[in-house]
């Protein structure tokens, strides 16, 4: 056990789902895994293990922002051996070619500023996924008739954001989308040997002010999990 997770030892498995939300933990548990054991519900946190075709897998909520999931993300590393971290989560859209209910897959992570920023100090560190489950996830979604955008995302320290002239320079940058997770799991990835993956839906859409209806996420969401699924045992 940990201050944050109560699971005992061996109920954590190598590879984890981490979506912000503890219910679409549950959810995402329930509906994709077997044999489905409750690990954590510390804090409200939940957090499930069970089994996708004969292989291990957790998905434990992470909150929301870089603080709460370095938090998780830290103990189930150090804590627990989980050995491949994917995100599962919502973005934003931040370019005209990307489309409600397309899927992000997170090459590199921006950010103005990261839980680790006071281990980086001065160095401006370049976070990216690993490149194994990305190609994997990649062709994950291509075997499904998706065709997902690779690239660059931004991981805001705010949601309500007042800066439109940077979201203007990120755009003119080719940055994707904006969430607010990634770029520390990847940190914290690098550092601690692990892999790391965010396979994000896109939910809304800066420049459109579209979004998903709450009845189409279900759906929608469910092929990112399936997506990871598939990339973490490729």
Request: with cysteine.
């Amino acid at each position: 056990m940990t201050i944050h997770i109560s699971a005992k030892p061996g109920q954590i498995a190598e590879t984890v789902l981490m979506p912000g939300d503890p219910l679409r933990a549950k959810w995402a548990a329930k509906t994709f895994l077997d044999d489905v054991e409750l690990v954590n519900e510390t804090r409200g946190m939940l957090g499930f293990t069970g089994t996708w075709r004969g292989n291990r897998v957790t998905v434990q909520g992470s909150g929301m922002g870089m603080p709460s999931l370095s938090i998780y993300a830290n103990e189930l590393i150090r804590d627990y051996g989980a050995k491949t971290l994917i995100r599962i989560g919502s973005c934003g859209a931040m370019q005209e070619k990307v489309n409600v209910r397309d899927i992000v897959l997170a090459q590199t992570a921006s950010t103005l500023s990261t839980p680790s920023r006071g281990i980086f100090r001065e160095l401006n560190f370049a976070p990216c996924a690993d490149f194994g489950l990305l190609r994997a996830a990649a062709a994950a979604a291509e075997a499904r008739g998706i065709s997902p955008y690779v690239g660059g995302i931004y991981s805001a320290d705010v949601f309500y954001d007042e800066r439109p002239d940077l979201n203007e320079i990120m755009q003119r940058h080719g940055i994707l989308a904006v969430e607010m997770e990634a770029a520390e799991l990847y940190n914290l990835a690098h550092r601690h040997g692990a892999r790391a993956l965010a396979v994000l839906t896109v939910s809304d859409h800066l420049l459109r002010e579209e979004a998903l209806p709450a009845e189409d996420r279900e759906r929608s969401f469910g092929e990112m999990v399936e997506i990871a699924l598939e990339a973490a045992f490729t």
